[in-house]
């Protein structure tokens, strides 16, 4: 498997784990009130998924320039 192959495989596998991570995150957000105390626990996971993914975007157009 290429460099470029392997990138967009994790990058598959990282966009459903922020899919998923922004549907724990509307889930909760309809559920307020109860649950508030998890809000930051649970933006936090959401923000990390989003920032590997972009930085797994980011190298894969280096990868490919």
């Known amino acids: 498997m290429s460099e470029v192959e392997a990138l967009k495989a994790e990058i598959k596998k990282l966009s459903a784990q922020a899919l998923k ?7 909760l ?3 307020l009130p109860l649950g508030w105390q998890t809000i930051g626990t649970v933006a936090a ?3 990390a998924a989003y ?6 975007r980011e190298r894969l157009k280096k990868t490919e320039a």
């Open 51 to 56: 920032r590997k993914l972009e930085e797994a």
């Open 21 to 27: 991570a922004k549907m724990d995150l509307h889930d």
């Open 29 to 31: 957000s309809e559920e």
């Open 45 to 47: 996971e959401a923000e």
